[in-house]
């Protein structure tokens, strides 16, 4: 058994809703928008700075963790918000992204794959990706998924389709802790019947939440629009829908427009390690020796272009 995340609608617009979430930790509030920090911590943050800006989710990846420093490091010092000192909620995704971006050997089972950092051979099945993740001990884990690139032949799609169908049965008869939310995984590429079937198949499993995988891998934004309003449609209202991978302001406005609550993007923090803000009147590069007044005034520690720090 798992712990269900209750979606309360405190406010909506056609089908954009804005809510709060219950967990067994407590509430987070919806459109919510997850910082990446892929290894247990946002790369030159503390968890005060997540405090400071506002973050209630801070995810983590479950493919680099359970490689370094370890699942079992991590269950020794009480689970991914104990080893970052975060006290907020923490989700894990299943590590299939990053699995699938090195061409494993894919069956019914699950994956077989080399590690990134020194070549070791591992083995990923839906068992084993909810085992990883309940030491791991995130508030929410994601279902281990098959996750196509785009553009792939319908046949690619479908098969992608019916293993992540299979694999989320299995994820779901799995999943021991009654204190930790499973998510299942919608897939279907840019194809709208899939993106349905898919949906419908999903929800038929009475999972805590929901993500719609296998966008923002290189389509257009026109593309991905009608795929996800076509796996929302079939999801739950009293659940949150998470879109995987999608962090670009433009992107998230559209999204939440159709109904999504949910979402994770490294972009963000990316730019901001690179000297890069997000305005309201667009990108701002901080390096740039024309913001170098700006820059020390704030007190940000940046190199300038043609400048010495």
């Given at each position: 058994?798992?712990?269900?995340?209750?979606?309360?609608?405190?406010?909506?617009?056609?089908?954009?809703?804005?809510?709060?979430?219950?967990?067994?930790?407590?509430?987070?509030?919806?459109?919510?928008?997850?910082?990446?920090?892929?290894?247990?911590?946002?790369?030159?943050?503390?968890?005060?700075?997540?405090?400071?800006?506002?973050?209630?989710?801070?995810?983590?990846?479950?493919?680099?963790?359970?490689?370094?420093?370890?699942?079992?490091?991590?269950?020794?010092?009480?689970?991914?918000?104990?080893?970052?000192?975060?006290?907020?909620?923490?989700?894990?995704?299943?590590?299939?992204?990053?699995?699938?971006?090195l061409q494993p050997k894919v069956d019914d089972d699950g994956v077989t794959f080399r590690?990134?950092?020194?070549?070791?051979?591992?083995?990923?099945?839906?068992?084993?990706?909810?085992?990883?993740?309940?030491?791991?001990?995130?508030?929410?884990?994601?279902?281990?998924?098959?996750?196509?690139?785009?553009?792939?032949?319908?046949?690619?799609?479908?098969?992608?389709?019916?293993?992540?169908?299979?694999?989320?049965?299995?994820?779901?008869?799995?999943?021991?802790?009654?204190?930790?939310?499973?998510?299942?995984?919608?897939?279907?590429?840019?194809?709208?019947?899939?993106?349905?079937?898919?949906?419908?198949?999903?929800?038929?499993?009475?999972?805590?939440?929901?993500?719609?995988?296998?966008?923002?891998?290189?389509?257009?934004?026109a593309e991905m629009l009608p795929a996800l309003a076509a796996a929302l449609a079939e999801?739950?209202?009293?659940?949150?829908?998470?879109?995987?991978?999608?962090?670009?302001?433009?992107?998230?406005?559209?999204?939440?427009?159709?109904?999504?609550?949910?979402?994770?993007?490294?972009?963000?923090?990316?730019?901001?390690?690179?000297?890069?803000?997000?305005?309201?009147?667009?990108?701002?590069?901080?390096?740039?020796?024309?913001?170098?007044?700006?820059?020390?005034?704030?007190?940000?520690?940046?190199?300038?272009?043609?400048?010495?720090?």
């Open positions: 058994m798992s712990a269900p995340v209750e979606l309360r609608v405190d406010a909506s617009d056609g089908a954009a809703r804005a809510g709060t979430a219950t967990t067994t930790r407590g509430t987070y509030r919806t459109p919510c928008f997850m910082p990446v920090g892929t290894r247990g911590a946002i790369k030159y943050l503390s968890a005060a700075d997540y405090e400071r800006i506002g973050a209630e989710i801070v995810l983590g990846n479950t493919y680099h963790l359970m490689l370094r420093p370890g699942a079992d490091t991590i269950e020794r010092f009480g689970g991914l918000g104990a080893f970052a000192g975060w006290s907020g909620h923490t989700l894990t995704d299943s590590g299939g992204y990053q699995v699938f971006s590690s990134t950092y020194d070549g070791s051979v591992h083995r990923f099945t839906p068992e084993i990706a909810v085992a990883v993740q309940e030491q791991l001990g995130a508030d929410i884990q994601m279902v281990l998924d098959v996750c196509p690139p785009l553009p792939s032949a319908p046949e690619v799609i479908r098969l992608a389709v019916e293993r992540t169908s299979r694999w989320a049965e299995r994820a779901r008869a799995a999943h021991r802790r009654p204190d930790q939310s499973l998510f299942g995984i919608v897939q279907g590429g840019l194809d709208e019947s899939l993106r349905r079937a898919s949906a419908r198949h999903t929800a038929s499993l009475g999972f805590d939440g929901f993500g719609i995988g296998g966008l923002s891998v290189g389509e257009t934004r999801l739950p209202l009293d659940r949150p829908r998470y879109l995987m991978g999608v962090g670009d302001p433009a992107s998230l406005v559209e999204a939440v427009g159709l109904g999504a609550d949910q979402f994770d993007c490294v972009l963000p923090t990316r730019l901001g390690r690179h000297g890069t803000a997000l305005t309201s009147t667009g990108k701002m590069h901080l390096k740039n020796a024309a913001h170098a007044l700006l820059v020390l005034t704030l007190g940000i520690s940046v190199s300038f272009d043609g400048y010495k720090e």
